[in-house]
């Protein structure tokens, strides 16, 4: 990965994605914000006690960055419900109440995808042939749910993608050193054992690898951060580490115009 900073906002990159120039993508870290602890300073989500205002400041900082005609996110659930954004339901988005969905696609060019994460993948899915981008909220329920394969059909289904041409990457999440489940017997499908590291701990980068193998994604076209939050909580939030905490921005989008 790549660290980038830009008037004291720090985000992460991933090599695989970098060489495409008609995308705009980051993982922030929680530096370059205005928030104070527990959420310093660049939290992004709403409704985790933070002042809302502050949040639009941040949110603001972040758009300096990425610079897109409309910034959408959604109220994740760690459920399975997949969104296709288009300019019809630009029309009649609302940032304060967005409807519920843990994925979210488009092809319309200017829009920033954005998913909240703290310990949770967010993965990024970008096809360079159909020029389609999609991020999607993944927490271990949606490793339980097949999130992943959801959407890569949904991205397949809508705008005739072919998997082996999709790119994918996995955020800065919960790492095996950390991902301890006590209760994996009940909570996680007899299939998760074998991605089963040290005592009850699990490796959620293998499961998340394997998931989108399974989906058509070529391994070639798989970048995993490999990056704990959890180890790493002095720059990004961790609700493992922290419970009351925010959330990093993972963002997303298919730039207006191509830099040559
Ligand atoms: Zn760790």
Same mark, same amino acid.
């Given at each position: ?39 310093e ?48 339901y ?28 703290a310990d ?12 389609? =981008?999609? #991020?999607?909220?993944?927490g ?6 097949? %999130?992943?394969? $959801?959407?890569? @059909?949904? +991205? ?22 950390c991902?301890e ?48 939050? =959890?180890? #790493? ?10 419970? %009351?905490?925010? $959330?990093?921005? @993972?963002? +997303? ?8």
């Amino acid at each position: 990965m790549i660290v980038r900073e830009v008037s004291g906002t720090k985000f992460y990159q991933f090599s695989s994605l970098n060489k495409y120039s008609c995308i705009f993508h980051g993982f922030f870290t929680r530096h370059g914000g205005f928030s104070t602890p527990p959420y310093e300073s660049l939290n992004v989500a709403y409704k985790v006690g933070d002042d809302v205002e502050i949040v639009d400041q941040n949110i603001k900082k972040i758009e300096q960055v990425s610079k897109p005609r409309q910034t959408v996110a959604v109220n994740q659930d760690h459920g399975c419900k997949i969104i296709i954004i288009d300019n019809n339901y630009l029309k009649t988005y609302q940032k304060e109440n967005p409807p519920t969905a843990d994925a979210i696609i488009t092809s319309e060019t200017g829009v920033a995808l954005v998913i909240k994460v703290a310990d949770c993948q967010a993965i990024f899915l970008f096809d360079p042939v159909k020029k389609v =981008v999609a #991020n999607v909220h993944c927490g271990w329920r949606g490793n339980v749910n097949g %999130i992943i394969a $959801r959407t890569v @059909a949904a +991205i397949k289904d809508v705008f005739n993608s072919n998997p082996s041409d999709i790119i994918a990457t996995v955020s800065p999440s919960l790492g095996p050193c950390c991902c301890e489940f006590k209760d994996h017997n009940t909570l996680l499908p007899p299939s998760f054992q074998r991605f089963k590291a040290k005592g009850n701990h699990f490796d959620f980068w293998k499961i998340s690898r394997t998931q989108l193998l399974e989906s058509g994604i070529l391994q070639k076209h798989i970048e995993i951060a490999e990056i704990c939050t =959890v180890c #790493n909580s002095r720059d990004f939030f961790s609700y493992r580490k922290e419970k %009351i905490t925010g $959330r990093c921005a @993972a963002l +997303i989008m298919l730039k207006e115009t191509s830099e040559a």
